[in-house]
T-cell receptor
Framework: GENVEQHPSTLSVQEGDSAVIKCTYS??????FPWYKQELGKRPQLIID?????GEKKDQRIAVTLNKTAKHFSLHITETQPEDSAVYFC????????????FGQGTTLQVKP | DARVTQTPRHKVTEMGQEVTMRCQPI?????VFWYRQTMMQGLELLAY????????DSGMPKDRFSAEMPDATLATLKIQPSEPRDSAVYFC???????????FGPGTRLTVT
C-alpha cells in the first residue's frame, strides 16, 4: 500500500525567509496530493493541493511542486510570517481507492519574528 | 461557508464508560472519515463511509469501537468501554463525491481518566 514520508519533522525559520517541506510517496499511481495546515488546537485545514497532471501550483505565498518520476512533492512558503507557524501535513491519494488519504507524519513550522 | 460540525467538543469520562461522538458532514458530501490524533501517532484513519456504507474500518479496534451513519447528515463514533489510552482528539472529515478533498471538523477532545 501507499506510504508517505515527510521531512523535516520540525523546521524553524526567521520571519521573511522561505520554508520548504518535502514528502515522498511509494505508490506511483497516486494522483492527488493535498497539504493541510493545523494550528494549535484547531482542525487541519486544506491549504493547497496538486493533481498528478500538474507539476506546480501557486497560491499567493504558497506553492506546491510535484516530481512524479522521483515520487516526491514539496510545499514552499515564501516571505514567512509568524501566523504561518503551525503543523503541516502532506497526503497522497492512491489511485483506485475510494477516498482514503494517506498522511505524512507532519512538520512543525516555527516562524520567529 | 459550510463546515463539518462535531459534538461534543470536549469530553471527560471515566474508564469503562461509553462515549459517543457525533459528526454532521457538509451538506451534499457523501464520504465521511473518522480520524484519531495523538502526539505519538499523528493522524490515524479509524473508519470511513461512502454513501453511508462503511468502506474501511481496519484502523479501528473492533472490540470497543463502532462507527455508523444512521443518515446522510449524521455520523457517530462510539467507544464502549472507554480506556485511558483512548484519550485523543477525534476528527471527522467529509468530502464531495467524485472529488478527493477532505474537510475536517473541529474535533472532539476526549479524556478518559
Amino acid at each position: 500500500g501507499e506510504n508517505v514520508e515527510q521531512h523535516p519533522s520540525t523546521l524553524s525559520v526567521q520571519e521573511g525567509d522561505s520554508a520548504v517541506i518535502k514528502c515522498t510517496y511509494s505508490d506511483s499511481a497516486s494522483n492527488y496530493f493535498p497539504w493541510y495546515k493545523q494550528e494549535l488546537g484547531k482542525r487541519p485545514q486544506l491549504i493547497i493541493d496538486i493533481r498528478s497532471n500538474v507539476g506546480e501550483k501557486k497560491d499567493q505565498r504558497i506553492a506546491v511542486t510535484l516530481n512524479k518520476t522521483a515520487k516526491h512533492f514539496s510545499l514552499h512558503i515564501t516571505e514567512t510570517q509568524p501566523e504561518d507557524s503551525a503543523v503541516y501535513f502532506c497526503a497522497a491519494f492512491p489511485s483506485g481507492n475510494t477516498g482514503k488519504l494517506i498522511f505524512g507524519q507532519g512538520t512543525t513550522l516555527q516562524v520567529k519574528p | 461557508d459550510a463546515r463539518v460540525t462535531q459534538t461534543p467538543r470536549h469530553k471527560v469520562t471515566e474508564m469503562g464508560q461509553e462515549v459517543t461522538m457525533r459528526c454532521q458532514p457538509i451538506l451534499g458530501h457523501n464520504t465521511v472519515f473518522w480520524y484519531r490524533q495523538t502526539m505519538m501517532q499523528g493522524l490515524e484513519l479509524l473508519a470511513y463511509f461512502r454513501n453511508r456504507a462503511p468502506l474501511d474500518d481496519s484502523g479501528m479496534p473492533k472490540d470497543r469501537f463502532s462507527a455508523e451513519m444512521p443518515d446522510a447528515t449524521l455520523a457517530t463514533l462510539k467507544i464502549q468501554p472507554s480506556e485511558p489510552r483512548d484519550s485523543a482528539v477525534y476528527f471527522c472529515a467529509s468530502g464531495p463525491g467524485g472529488a478527493y478533498e477532505q474537510y475536517f471538523g473541529p474535533g472532539t477532545r476526549l479524556t478518559v481518566t
